[in-house]
């Protein structure tokens, strides 16, 4: 029901523009999340979106770095990394839910994606 693309591989300094399609249910849809989780930690939040009046939280590790933008007609979230860092390398996935989020914890969100490979190399 989410469908993720954009990752892939880039050195350190350069960019990259993940998408997130959620066209089956977008009315109903209060949040959407993105994570990433790289290898042997935590899946971690690093940015929030309230669809309700488009407010947004970011991560502290990617605030200055990462910028979301949407295309309602395409019912798409954008996630702009630029200045990517050897420690921006995870698998990203968006989620999404009906409600509003309390907190950074992945357990509450109903809907994922199945993820997509950022790999930042040098």
């Known amino acids: 029901q989410l469908v993720?693309?954009?990752?892939?591989?880039?050195?350190?300094?350069g960019s990259l523009r993940l998408s997130?399609?959620?066209?089956e249910f977008t009315p109903d849809l209060y949040a959407i999340g993105w994570f990433r989780q790289a290898p042997g930690k935590k899946r971690e939040r690093?940015?929030?979106i309230s669809l309700a009046d488009g407010s947004t939280v970011y991560a502290d590790?990617?605030?200055?770095?990462?910028?979301?933008?949407?295309n309602n007609?395409?019912?798409?979230?954008?996630?702009?990394?630029?200045?990517?860092?050897t420690g921006d390398t995870a698998v990203y996935y968006c989620a999404a839910d009906r409600l509003p989020i309390?907190?950074?914890d992945?357990?509450?969100w109903d809907y994922w994606g199945q993820g997509t490979q950022v790999t930042v190399y040098s």
């Open 4 to 13: 993720e693309s954009g990752g892939g591989l880039v050195q350190p300094g």
């Open 46 to 48: 690093v940015l929030y």
């Open 106 to 108: 992945d357990f509450f």
């Open 20 to 23: 997130c399609v959620a066209s």
């Open 61 to 70: 590790a990617v605030v200055d770095r990462f910028a979301s933008s949407t």
């Open 102 to 104: 309390i907190g950074t």
């Open 73 to 85: 007609a395409k019912s798409t979230v954008y996630l702009q990394m630029d200045d990517l860092k």
